[in-house]
């Protein structure tokens, strides 16, 4: 129900636009959010939004990083910017919340199949 796109390799400093491309009844009634995972570390909280204008985000991402709904369309989209070797990993589009600051994996109910990012040095 939830469907990423847009991964890719980029170099450092590069930009990637991922989207989340998510079914009506989940994307109108839930948080819809970013994490990632690493290669060998834990999935870890990027980014969330509610409504259109509400966002919250891991300070390592402030100011880079932009996440923003169409709701025409059902999507969600992360703009990243400015990426660095460290973030590379497989990105996964989250839903399920209904606060905007649920930071942990076990507060999402619905996951998508992620999306492999990768970061050149």
């Known amino acids: 129900q939830l469907v990423e796109s847009g991964g890719g390799l980029v170099q450092t400093g590069g930009s990637l636009r991922l989207s989340c491309a998510a079914s009506?009844?989940?994307?109108?009634?839930?948080?819809m959010g970013w994490f990632r995972q690493a290669p060998g570390k834990e999935r870890e909280f990027v980014a969330t939004i509610r409504c259109i204008t509400t966002t919250y985000y891991a300070d390592s991402v402030k100011g880079r990083f932009t996440i923003s709904r169409d709701n025409v369309r059902s999507t969600v989209y992360l703009q990243m910017n400015s990426l660095k070797p460290e973030e590379t990993g497989v990105y996964y589009c989250a839903a399920g919340s209904k606060t905007l600051t649920t930071t942990s994996p076990s507060g999402y109910d619905y996951w998508g199949q992620g999306t492999q990012v990768t970061v050149s040095s």
């Open positions: 009506g009844r989940i994307f109108n009634n839930y948080v």
